[in-house]
């Protein structure tokens, strides 16, 4: 398979905290991308990190990348409960026109 | 809002019906794809169109029909369908196919149970 999988599963944090979620990918990669998804609506693009790249910063996200692991991981920094969604990786095999998705992490943040 | 837009956002249909699902974007976009989201399975690409033209199948059973009539509409026709074909159908958009920078943009989903 050449999705990525993300890891954990699930996760449940408390308000204010970090809450850190895991891609690990097969196959060489052009980027890496996260997206978000509320429960059954639409995907939302949060940050897209290339291959040459190792870390990137949006806001509270930071997402990091190790192409010698072939792994990522996105680190939401002071969770809030609006944060409530699934995460889901894609990326973009060397080669491959369209994007690859995992099956998410679902991440719950109690107020 | 993302600027791609789904309808209808739910549809019931029983196995022998034919129905349309159609998306819009408003974005300028050339590529457009199809998805499938079932539970607990990685999200399931299903057609892809670049300048109204099909670049990707992947396997996808011959009950469900595209159709890109312009590069801003796409839409994905159903008949005969199974019970398994109840999910999530996301709609999606880009600036072209991706290049390494392109990223998509989402439509809202049509919600479709087959009884």
């Known amino acids: 398979s050449q999705q990525g999988e993300e890891d954990p599963q699930a996760l449940s944090i408390q308000e204010g905290e970090n809450a850190t979620m895991n891609c690990s990918y097969k196959t060489s990669i052009n980027n890496l991308q996260w997206y978000r998804q509320n429960s059954g609506r639409g995907l939302v693009h949060l940050i897209l990190?290339?291959?040459?790249?190792r870390e990137k910063h949006s806001g509270r996200l930071r997402v990091t990348l190790d192409t010698s692991k072939k792994s990522s991981s996105l680190l939401i920094t002071a969770s809030r409960a609006a944060d409530t969604a699934s995460y889901f990786c894609?990326?973009?095999?060397?080669?491959?026109?369209?994007?690859?998705f995992g099956t998410g992490t679902r991440l719950t943040v109690i107020p | 809002e993302t600027g791609v837009t789904q309808t209808p956002r739910h549809l019931v249909m029983g196995m022998t019906n034919k129905k349309s699902l159609k998306c819009e974007q408003h974005l300028g976009h050339n590529a457009m794809y199809w998805y499938k989201q079932s539970a607990k399975k990685p999200l399931e690409l299903m057609f892809v169109y670049s300048l109204e033209e099909r670049v990707e199948n992947n396997s996808v059973p011959s009950r469900f029909s595209p159709e890109c009539p312009n590069s801003s509409h796409l839409f994905l026709h159903l008949h005969t369908l199974q019970p398994e074909d109840s999910a999530l159908y996301l709609c999606?958009?880009?600036?072209?196919?991706?290049?390494?920078?392109?990223?998509?943009?989402f439509g809202p989903g049509t919600r479709l149970t087959v009884l």
């Open positions: 894609a990326t973009e095999f060397t080669g491959a026109n369209n994007l690859f």
């Open positions: 990190i290339r291959s040459n790249e």
């Open positions: 999606a958009s880009s600036q072209d196919l991706q290049r390494g920078t392109d990223t998509q943009y």
